[in-house]
Every structure is written in structure tokens, then in C-alpha cells.
């Protein structure tokens, strides 16, 4: 489905891609893990038709550069940095559903799921809007439409833990018909959405792993945590999560997307001290996983 | 043709509510006013009174003023977009790079050459309500002229914006631009290349080249068709042209001069790297 061949890419006297060879196929889930500078975002920008290269990209046969309109009516892409754009979203939304052949309704969709109410703010400019309605608004642009390959750049970085969940959700509506690229510096943010790890680094592939992918997307955690003593800045990052008190600050209750349990054992290791008890059961599951 | 016109019209949105559109539209509207608060029509100057004698001081205003404003807006809020990543998320959707590159053009030209002319067609628009004669012919001419070096500047703009990669180095491209054509004005330049005893047709050459030089003698053409006050080199040319060729050359030459750059620009775009 999408063909790196032979793809270096140099700016200036610098090689960022050095003789990439890649093969994608469909219903990949693909992390595209690595440190600043390791090629991750000139990778993606090669697969858009954005930057001119030497070898070979093809997404279905067809040269990204060369027939960008039929590739990129196929793509979604999410960038990690929202654009500063000044004009209203209604009117994003209208310029991106026109453009790509979809109805405006649809993203209007994806956006209320994640809840993103684009009627009460259709006026505002995009770039007045805060990182995670940004983030939010740039998802439904690029979910609400008839994609087979989403490319996201750090696409759940600023989502509230409800809009991850429904994130996950939508990701797991798409498993058996869209590749997925997902860029991150860090692969315990991405790893529970992926069956495929590239890692690079200096230009180069220097892990292509292929991982479990038991974990289900769009499945949940009921979580149960017993503390030591009450504890201030505990109970406002696990009310952050959703979580209730049921015993005087010691005894809480909440549920966890499956994909984030990482994240989520992440923000609790800041307490572990406090910590006496804490149980996470599989309570949904998906049919198809 | 639909990507073309969605394209053009996101652009005219982003230069609406952009900060450096309030004030070139404060700017031009702000000197009609002015020049109609001292009276300007009151007064006369080489025979000239009334709304022509308005359009006059307002054409040699505009000559200063436009095309920096024309080439620096233009190439900072290019280059900016490119920066801040605005190309990355816009050139990810399935827009042809033609229909991107031209609409851009389409629309930051209506949002350029609109506020001056809407200016002007205030300034005639009251001397018709007061009652002062206006001047049509000189009126459409001026118009003509307007449309065409904002045309020209803003196709040298783009074509700048595509050749450098930052706002620091398209802004210094842009100012010494304008900043040549500037000092190649019939009375600097070419006053003292004259001086040095080039010959004459170099300086013609010059001269003609040079879109602000045209502008120049075209617009004066209208009140002075001596050319007495402007220098040799217009002299020359309206001797060589006659006054109604030149008049056309001064129209058709800046259009063909700022689509070149355009072009140019696209084709450069299309080569290389997009954000």
C-alpha cells in the first residue's frame, strides 16, 4: 500500500533520510518513534508529497508529488503543531469538507463525539481556540471524511482522558480499512495503539518491530486504588481522569480507556509511595479484537 | 476551478482579519481624507483644481506607498505561513499546487488593489455629492494603473516569498527591491547615468524596465504631457512612444511584468520543497 524505496532526503549539506526502504501495508497501526530531528516529521512530509526526495514514495501506486489530489483525498493528517490560522473554524471545516469531497455534517460528527460542539464556536478564529479544542477540531477534519490512511502527529497529546477514550474509539471503527501512522517521541504514548514499531533515528530505520496487539482500542478499565492517606495533588490528577473519592480521599473509583493504561500507571508512578492497593479490570471489549 | 476559488477566498478571510490589512486600508483611506480635509480640491497646481488635482497628489502618494506595502505584506505573510507550519496543514489536504499558488494570488490581489480603489472611488463619489466636477477619463486611467502595478508587486512578491525560506531574508529581498527600482527613478539614477554620459538608449532601457518609472510618467502624463517636470528619460520615452502608446505600454507592461515573476514563482514553488 505505501512504498518508501530507496528515499533519502538532504537539506543542504544535511542528510535527513538516508536510503529509506519501507513497506506498508493495509490495516497497519504503525509507531513512528525517534528523538528530535531523527527524520519522523520529513518522513511524513515525504509521504504527503510535500518535500521533493530522491528514490521513491508511492501510496497505492501513485506518486504522493506527482497526483496529489487522488493520494491526499485518501489521507488524513493530524500535525502535532496546530496552524495559526485567523479564519473562523465553520469555515476550516467548509474549505476542508469542500476540498476533500465530504460533507461538512461528517466532521461535525466527529467533532460533537469528541466533544467539540462546533455550532457554538463556527465564529471564533481557529488559532483563539485552546490546544485541545485545536486538537479536537483537526482530528474530526481529518476523521470525518473517507480516508485509508491516517497520519497523526501527537495526536492525543492535548485530549482531556473522555476525548482520548472516544479518540481510541474512532481509531478502532477504522482498524480493518485504514493504515495508521502515528508519530511520538515517546512509544509508551503510542504503544498501545500500534501492531508495528519503527523507530529511527539520524535518518535511518533502526528498529522495525512488529508487537501484540492484544490490547483492545476502544475497550475500558474499571480501576480501583486504595491510598495511604488523602493526598491533595493525587485527588486533583485522578479527578482529572474522572475518578471518584468513595472513602474519605483514600478510596478511589474510575474508568480508564484501554489504550491508556500506560499513560495512566505513568501519572500515578509520581504517587507510588501512597499507593497500598490499586486492581484494573477489563470491562469492555470490542467484537472485532 | 473550484480548489482556485476556495483557495482564493480562504486567503481574502486570512487577510481580512490580519492586522497589516487594517492598516493599509487606514492608510489609503486615511490620505483621501487628509487630502480632502486641507482642501487640496480648493487649491491649484499647474492648472489642476478639483477632484483631478486630488487624484494627482493621491496616484504620486499611492506610487510611494504601494508597492512596499504590496511586497512587504505579501512576503512576510507568505513566508510567514510557511514558518508557522500553515503549509504543512493546508498543502496536507488535496489542493493542486496550481490551484493553491493562483488562488492565493486571486485573492491577496482583490485584497491589495480593493482598498486603494475603493479610496479613490470614495474621493469621486463625494465630489459628486458636492457637486465637483470629476475627471472619468483620468479617473478609469488611474484605476487602470493602479490595478496594474499592484498586479506587478504582488506577482514580485510572490516570486520572492518562493525564493526565501524565512520572513528575515524575504522582507530584506522585498525592501531591496523596491529599493532599486526606487533609485532607478528618472531623477536619481538615471539623473546622474546621464550625467556620466551612458548612452541614452541604456538609460530608455532603464527607465522602461522599471515598473515604478512607468507608473511615474504614465501618471504625470495625464497633467503634464510636457513632461517638463520629471526628468530627461521620460522626455525621452514620450518623444519615442507618443503619449496615447505609452499610456498603453505603462497599463500592459506592469501585468505582463508581475505574471512573469508569478509564473516564475509557481514554477519554483511546484520544484521544490512546500513548507
Given at each position: 500500500?505505501?512504498?518508501?524505496?530507496?528515499?533519502?532526503?538532504?537539506?543542504?549539506?544535511?542528510?535527513?533520510?538516508?536510503?529509506?526502504?519501507?513497506?506498508?501495508?493495509?490495516?497497519?497501526?504503525?509507531?513512528?518513534?525517534?528523538?528530535?530531528?531523527?527524520?519522523?516529521?520529513?518522513?511524513?512530509?515525504?509521504?504527503?508529497?510535500?518535500?521533493?526526495?530522491?528514490?521513491?514514495?508511492?501510496?497505492?501506486?501513485?506518486?504522493?508529488?506527482?497526483?496529489?489530489?487522488?493520494?491526499?483525498?485518501?489521507?488524513?493528517?493530524?500535525?502535532?503543531?496546530?496552524?495559526?490560522?485567523?479564519?473562523?473554524?465553520?469555515?476550516?471545516?467548509?474549505?476542508?469538507?469542500?476540498?476533500?469531497?465530504?460533507?461538512?455534517?461528517?466532521?461535525?460528527?466527529?467533532?460533537?463525539?469528541?466533544?467539540?460542539?462546533?455550532?457554538?464556536?463556527?465564529?471564533?478564529?481557529?488559532?483563539?481556540?485552546?490546544g485541545g479544542m485545536k486538537q479536537k477540531l483537526l482530528i474530526a477534519i481529518a476523521m470525518g471524511r473517507d480516508t485509508n490512511v491516517l497520519v497523526m502527529d501527537e495526536p492525543a497529546a492535548n485530549l482531556d482522558p473522555d476525548a482520548r477514550h472516544i479518540f481510541f474509539e474512532l481509531l478502532a471503527e477504522r482498524l480493518q480499512n485504514t493504515t495508521m501512522l502515528i508519530s511520538s517521541h515517546r512509544l509508551d504514548e503510542v504503544a498501545p495503539l500500534v501492531n508495528r514499531v519503527l523507530e529511527m533515528d539520524r535518518g535511518k530505520v533502526v528498529l522495525d518491530d512488529r508487537v501484540a496487539d492484544d490490547a483492545s482500542l476502544s475497550g475500558k478499565l474499571a480501576c480501583r486504588l486504595t491510598l495511604r492517606r488523602p493526598e491533595e495533588a493525587i485527588a486533583k490528577a485522578l479527578m482529572g481522569w474522572g475518578f471518584r473519592d468513595t472513602g474519605n480521599g483514600t478510596e478511589w473509583e474510575g474508568m480508564i480507556a484501554g489504550p491508556d493504561r500506560l499513560r495512566f500507571l505513568g501519572v500515578l508512578s509520581r504517587y507510588v509511595g501512597l499507593l497500598t492497593q490499586i486492581s484494573l479490570d477489563e470491562t469492555e471489549r470490542s467484537a472485532g479484537q | 476551478m473550484k480548489h482556485l476559488w476556495l483557495t482564493a477566498k480562504l486567503d481574502i478571510v486570512e487577510s481580512l482579519r490580519a492586522r497589516w490589512f487594517m492598516i493599509y486600508s487606514l492608510v489609503f483611506g486615511g490620505i483621501v481624507a487628509l487630502l480632502f480635509a486641507f482642501g487640496l480640491t480648493e487649491s491649484r497646481v499647474l492648472g489642476f483644481i478639483g477632484l483631478s488635482r486630488l487624484l494627482v497628489t493621491y496616484i504620486q502618494l499611492s506610487m510611494a506607498i504601494l508597492p512596499i506595502f504590496v511586497l512587504i505584506t505579501t512576503v512576510r505573510s507568505v513566508a510567514g505561513d510557511r514558518e508557522a507550519g500553515v503549509f504543512e496543514y493546508l498543502l496536507s489536504l488535496p489542493v493542486s499546487l496550481s490551484a493553491w499558488f493562483w488562488g492565493k494570488i486571486i485573492g491577496r490581489y482583490l485584497v491589495v488593489f480593493l482598498p486603494v480603489f475603493a479610496a479613490m472611488a470614495a474621493a469621486a463619489g463625494w465630489a459628486t455629492i458636492k457637486e465637483v466636477e470629476v475627471p472619468w477619463e483620468m479617473f478609469l486611467y488611474y484605476t487602470g494603473l493602479l490595478a496594474s502595478i499592484s498586479?506587478?508587486?504582488?506577482?514580485?512578491?510572490?516570486?520572492?516569498?518562493?525564493?526565501?525560506?524565512?520572513?528575515?531574508?524575504?522582507?530584506?529581498?522585498?525592501?531591496?527591491?523596491?529599493?532599486?527600482?526606487?533609485?532607478?527613478?528618472?531623477?536619481?539614477?538615471?539623473?546622474?547615468?546621464?550625467?556620466?554620459?551612458?548612452?541614452?538608449?541604456?538609460?530608455?532601457?532603464?527607465?522602461?524596465?522599471?515598473?515604478?518609472?512607468?507608473?511615474?510618467?504614465?501618471?504625470?502624463?495625464?497633467?503634464?504631457?510636457?513632461?517638463?517636470?520629471?526628468?530627461?528619460?521620460?522626455?525621452?520615452?514620450?518623444?519615442?512612444?507618443?503619449?496615447?502608446?505609452?499610456?498603453?505600454?505603462?497599463?500592459?507592461?506592469?501585468?505582463?511584468?508581475?505574471?512573469?515573476?508569478?509564473?516564475?514563482?509557481?514554477?519554483?514553488?511546484?520544484?521544490?520543497?512546500?513548507?
Open positions: 500500500m505505501i512504498n518508501f524505496n530507496h528515499v533519502s532526503k538532504t537539506f543542504k549539506r544535511n542528510q535527513v533520510l538516508d536510503n529509506i526502504d519501507l513497506k506498508i501495508e493495509l490495516g497497519e497501526r504503525i509507531a513512528l518513534v525517534g528523538s528530535n530531528g531523527a527524520g519522523k516529521t520529513t518522513l511524513i512530509r515525504c509521504l504527503l508529497g510535500e518535500y521533493v526526495y530522491d528514490g521513491e514514495v508511492t501510496v497505492n501506486g501513485l506518486v504522493p508529488r506527482r497526483e496529489r489530489t487522488k493520494v491526499l483525498q485518501k489521507i488524513g493528517f493530524v500535525p502535532q503543531l496546530p496552524p495559526p490560522l485567523k479564519m473562523p473554524v465553520g469555515q476550516l471545516v467548509g474549505f476542508a469538507a469542500s476540498l476533500c469531497n465530504s460533507e461538512r455534517k461528517r466532521m461535525e460528527d466527529v467533532a460533537q463525539r469528541l466533544g467539540l460542539d462546533l455550532g457554538k464556536i463556527a465564529r471564533l478564529p481557529f488559532v483563539k481556540l485552546s | 498586479w506587478c508587486f504582488l506577482g514580485i512578491g510572490m516570486l520572492i516569498s518562493t525564493l526565501a525560506r524565512s520572513i528575515d531574508v524575504a522582507q530584506g529581498a522585498a525592501f531591496l527591491v523596491w529599493l532599486t527600482m526606487l533609485l532607478f527613478l528618472d531623477l536619481i539614477l538615471l539623473g546622474i547615468m546621464i550625467q556620466g554620459h551612458v548612452s541614452p538608449e541604456v538609460v530608455v532601457a532603464a527607465a522602461l524596465a522599471n515598473p515604478l518609472q512607468v507608473f511615474r510618467t504614465a501618471a504625470l502624463m495625464l497633467f503634464d504631457p510636457q513632461l517638463v517636470v520629471i526628468g530627461p528619460a521620460a522626455y525621452v520615452i514620450f518623444d519615442y512612444f507618443g503619449g496615447p502608446l505609452f499610456k498603453i505600454y505603462a497599463l500592459i507592461y506592469p501585468v505582463v511584468l508581475g505574471t512573469l515573476a508569478a509564473t516564475g514563482g509557481f514554477l519554483l514553488f511546484r520544484r521544490g520543497d512546500l513548507p
